[in-house]
């Protein structure tokens, strides 16, 4: 049976979703642009010394400090804007982003499936997290890179979800922003969407029949 035919039948019972981008409005330019003049300082340092490798490990468990301080020692003339990362961290995130939580409201509604959380976000910062966004006790479980060591797209990490909560990956539906996720995704046998807009995303399921 394909895919299609696993969708048209009905076949779907889990969604999981990517938190970062998707439900919740995280970017770093928002804390950046308090503190640097113009978008071009922004942007070089955030492909030149906050970068997203380096801020991947700690999604994968590197403590705060010990990601701050090598950077530091690195670029010494960035100390103030390093710091501001981890020091301001909550000035990254704007909020949640309103038309996804109404589509997770809306499949909630259905009655028809169970959702996850799988999320690449350290632990040092996701109780925050917890506290501040009312939908994220909505979900039936949730995977966190920072608590168990690894990160997407490392299939491992997509295996955690489907072990601990007895998810079958060809009945489940997974929505991510990086393109590097949905194909891990894929790799391992989820039905994946790319995360665009919350336009996008209801358009693409209600073409799956998921979503009126």
Not at 53 to 65: H, I, V
Not at 123 to 137: G, K, N, S
Not at 158 to 164: A, E, P, S, V
Request: proline share 4%; charged share 25%.
């Amino acid at each position: 049976m394909t895919k299609e035919d696993e969708l048209a039948k009905g076949h779907i019972d889990t969604i999981i979703f990517d938190l970062g981008a998707v439900l919740v409005d995280w970017n770093p330019r928002y804390l950046y642009r308090k503190i640097f003049s113009t978008e071009e300082e922004i942007t070089w340092f955030l492909e030149n010394v906050c970068t997203p490798e380096w801020n991947e490990k700690q999604d994968a468990g590197r403590s705060f400090a010990e990601a701050t301080e090598e950077l530091v020692s690195r670029f010494p003339e960035q100390e103030g804007a390093i710091r501001a990362w981890y020091g301001r961290w909550q000035e990254t995130i704007q909020g949640d982003i309103p038309g996804t939580v109404e589509v997770f409201r809306e499949l909630r509604a259905t009655g028809r499936f169970r959702f996850y959380a799988l999320t690449n976000w350290s632990e040092e910062t996701f109780p925050w997290a917890q506290q501040r966004f009312h939908f994220l006790q909505w979900f039936d479980g949730m995977v966190v890179s920072g608590v168990e060591k690894t990160r997407k797209p490392f299939p491992e990490f997509y295996r955690i979800l489907f072990d601990r909560y007895g998810v079958n990956p060809a009945q489940a539906v997974f929505i991510d922003d990086n393109m590097a996720n949905v194909t891990g995704g894929r790799a391992v046998g989820l039905h994946a969407i790319h995360f665009q807009s919350p336009e996008q995303l209801r358009h693409a399921l209600a073409e799956m029949s998921l979503l009126g």
